[in-house]
């Protein structure tokens, strides 16, 4: 039996590691940790916002206006309101006002300084979208909003600005600051600058935070009871060494592999009762052959040809024949990338035309950071790709989820160049268990 070795293609090349620190992912209203703030956060009446029709009122009617002489309370008004605010994923999230406004408002055929000073009801939306990933404190972000201002008439104005999200250091106070053009949506109001400052305090429940923790843990254990049962004869001996530089796969025939550890029909006949029954032998003789060599046939089904060498390795779990194919994860993420997918749907639809073979996801960390923190991140993983199968049409009853943490690494955790290799989920394909 001839192995062809092939090197890894295309790694992703990643520095730094799966390490949890305070600007890294956060506590979740339900105790889990995200990649961002899942939690909902309130201003009660600690958010200001004021629109300035003053300057945009000189530049565009010049020596008519005499808005720069004005006092600076006519020359708009103040707004003060209670908010909430809620991240939708790590970059993207959005806000909802609620409050009450006094002073001045224009339209573009009105000077500022004819105006009289009104109260108005104030509903405010606005959408966010940050330039930073959510681990760090201090997030710059581009926005979009409906400012609406009502009393014996509705002013309508849609800001459009920048601005700067910061958390403190506990993430117990969010503060944001923005600055908008507001484009005058209806004709009773001018174009208008619009300044904004919030202070938000998140919203927790803890009884759910602490249920959830317990439970996480339970799974996870029991998760690692059961896999490492499994996977007790795995062919994995320079893993327990710790620092494994295992970066090749070896891809073999998968007849090669059944005829070489038995699993393959024997050419000799043990006729059995004069019927001629014809009977396989496996090289050490044990009792299960017929069992083994149905699985390796079974398994022989599933078209290799549709995946480059680089993309599985033959293995073996419990003495059974199985494929191994590996998906790689960015730094701190769980969502899969373009490749990713691109190997996994070639996945989805072998399974789909053996139904017959089965699949086992497993996630894994690199070694840095908390064991919490890892244990959560590799669920996450095994879960996305776990969500994805199912979501293409493979059953849940022909799958199952496990996860790991920074346990089982198969490369260097102390070497960048190689620790990306341990941020992986793995999808083992075998035949189903009777």
Known sequence: MKDTVKPVQDPPKVKGSDKASPDDPVQAKDGSKKDWDTRWFISPFLKFQLQDFAMLEKNRKGYLSNANTLPFQDKGNMSFAASIY???????????????????????????????????????????????????????????GINNLTNDQSYTSAPVGVGLKFHSKSRK?????????????????????????????????????????????????????????????????????????NNIYITINLDSVAKARGYRKADEDDDQSGGGRRRRKSGNGSDNDDELSEDAEKLSKFDMQDFGSQDYKMDTVNGHPVIKFVVYFEFNEYAMTTRAFSTIDRIIYQLRKNPVLVADVKGYTDNVGTAEYNNFLSRKRAQTVFDYLNSKGIPSDKMSSQYFGKDDPVADNADPNTAWLNRRAEIIVHVKDK
Request: no cysteine; glycine share 8%; aromatic share 10%.
């Open 86 to 144: 809620k991240n939708v994923t790590g970059r993207l999230s959005f806000s909802g006002d609620l409050g009450f406004s006094y002073g001045h408002v224009t339209s573009s055929e009105v000077l500022l300084s004819q105006t009289k000073t009104k109260t108005f009801n104030l509903l405010n939306a606005t959408v966010y979208y940050h330039l930073l990933s959510a681990r760090y404190r201090l997030q710059p972000f581009i926005s979009l």
């Open 173 to 245: 106070i969010m503060l944001t600051g923005l600055a908008s053009y507001g484009y005058a949506v209806s004709k009773n109001i001018a174009p208008t600058m619009v300044y904004s400052m919030g202070m938000y305090l998140p919203l927790n429940n803890k009884k759910k935070k602490k249920a959830n923790l317990e439970d996480n843990t339970a799974a996870n254990q029991t998760g690692k009871d059961d896999a490492k049962k499994k996977d007790a004869s795995k062919n994995d001996s320079t893993a327990s060494k710790g620092g494994v530089t």
